[in-house]
């Protein structure tokens, strides 16, 4: 079998090779090239010191000299070019106390996390497969290299790695590997935030978002997204739903385009529901308020997990609104407000995350459902037509204009502003000057 290496990578390869070094290809590189799939990055694993490895080459940056790694820049890339290294003690479950570098492949490989991780390859000596990394990614499964109990003791990363690995491929954790991050689930608590946040961002904006639930059955939620079990534990008693809260949010993280916004949106939309829950006299439970007392769980959850502020803002936006137009007198009038307070350019994501919520519905009432959405796209392709004013800025006044007629700069002037929009929202017919200058001089604001 043969791996098509790229040809800035066979060039640092060779040089190190013809300097009398060995050198190979190795990671996620071998195991994507193997699986069809074009790698993220080529990393190369070489018995050069990160010295030599420096001497050999014009333009490096010492990425992590002390693990022996030196990153290699070529035509702009950079290359992460590390030393075979053998791991000393791990003490605090996350990196090892000291590492030696060594002249053997196969201490290299040795410390990778998975099998399918944990293969090197040569262009001319062909493939290194010391684990069985081959047939694991034929039989698509996840297994430690070695003692599945000693490396997820060594470091508790890899518990998450491992998760985050199945949702990106699609593979099974293979039985013993799963019994050891079990027993070793609490130690999560001693990764830093920022790689938890890494792992699980990737996991969730995975094909495979249903693997959320083997986070929970694994006990992994429990100490990195309690919020998360509290929905698997919440029933929903309501013809509207076939399933609990759960399993409901990965039915709509199925069914939204991958990206973080709209991934980390479905995965929280309802994560106020396990607090408003209430249980009417014939046994039917209803949700009241869960969008507006969900936008700021989900910002909280988002916070603690250091997402960006970006992601953060537009995510919990779509918490709060993800039910707007739901109730079926929805009106022009209600509807204009509506698009006007969450922002026309939130508009698109909000749709999508409406109609993911529907698909992870029960059938119950679903052509009124249908319908219900039918009138919001038509209301919103008038919208788009009519284009009537939303936003301050779309007034045929503007700050100046009632200054000039005697409003004083200040709250006095933005109050009015706002409460022009608002006529306006009402009727949009009356966004003239004329009338708004008019209007604007007879207002009572403080
Ligand atoms: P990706 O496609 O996400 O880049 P990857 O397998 O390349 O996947 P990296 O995080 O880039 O993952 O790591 C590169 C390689 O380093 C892995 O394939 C694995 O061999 C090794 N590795 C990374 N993290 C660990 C870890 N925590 N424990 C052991 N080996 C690891
Ligand atoms: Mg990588």
Redesign the pocket.
């Known amino acids: 079998m043969t791996i098509r290496i790229p040809q800035d990578v066979l060039w640092i390869l060779n040089k190190l090779n013809q300097a009398g070094h060995e050198a190979y290809v190795?990671?996620?590189?071998v195991?994507?090239s193997l699986m069809g799939r074009e790698?993220?990055?080529w990393?190369i694993t070489t018995d050069a010191e990160p010295l030599q490895v420096k001497g050999l080459f014009r333009r490096t940056i010492d990425t992590g000299l002390q693990h022996g790694t030196v990153t290699v820049m070529n035509h702009g890339v950079g290359y992460e070019v590390t030393t075979y290294r053998l791991d000393g003690e791990y003490d605090d479950h996350r990196r090892p106390d000291s590492v030696t570098f060594s002249k053997n492949l196969a201490d290299d490989l040795m410390?990778?996390?998975?099998t399918i991780?944990?293969m090197a390859y040569h262009p001319e000596k062909g493939l290194v497969d010391l684990y069985g990394g081959t047939e694991d990614l034929e039989e698509k499964r996840i297994r430690a290299v070695g003692d599945p109990d000693a490396?997820f003791n060594?470091?508790a990363?890899?518990i998450l790695?491992a998760v985050?690995?199945a949702a990106?491929l699609g593979f099974q954790i293979e039985p013993e590997t799963r019994e050891a991050i079990r027993k070793h689930v609490k130690e999560l608590s001693f990764v830093s935030i920022e790689r938890i946040e890494t792992e699980l961002t990737?996991l969730i904006c995975s094909p495979h978002p249903e693997e959320m639930e083997e986070l929970c059955q694994l006990g992994i939620t429990s100490v990195i997204l309690p919020e998360f079990d509290r929905m698997m534990e919440t029933p929903q008693n309501t013809p509207y739903h076939y399933t609990d809260v759960g399993h409901h949010t990965i039915a709509v993280m199925q069914h939204v385009s991958p990206t973080k916004v709209m991934r980390y949106a479905a995965l929280l939309h309802d994560v106020a529901k396990p607090d408003c829950r209430f249980t009417d006299e014939q046994g039917v439970d209803h949700f009241y308020g869960h969008p507006v007392k969900g936008e700021p769980m989900a910002r909280s959850v988002m916070k603690r997990l250091r997402l960006d502020n970006k992601t953060i803002d537009e995510a919990s936006l779509l918490v709060r609104w993800h039910d707007f137009g739901l109730k079926g007198d929805l009106t022009e009038k209600t509807f204009r407000k509506g698009v006007s307070k969450m922002g026309l350019e939130h508009f698109p994501a909000y749709l999508e995350i409406r109609r993911a919520d529907m698909d992870g519905q029960s059938d119950y009432h679903k052509e009124e459902k249908e319908e219900g959405f039918r009138r919001i796209l038509e209301m919103y392709e008038k919208l788009l037509e009519e284009k009537p004013a939303l936003t301050i800025k779309d007034l045929a006044v503007n700050g100046k204009d009632l200054m000039e007629i005697g409003i004083p700069a200040g709250p006095k002037l933005g109050g009015t502003l706002k409460a022009l929009l608002d006529l306006v929202l009402e009727d949009p017919a009356r966004n003239t000057r004329e009338e708004l200058l008019r209007e604007a001089g007879q207002m009572e604001i403080s």
Do not use: H, I, Y
């Open positions: 190795v990671g996620g590189c195991r994507d790698p993220n990055d990393d410390r990778r996390d998975f991780n944990a490396r060594e470091d990363l890899r790695r985050r690995f990106q990737k």
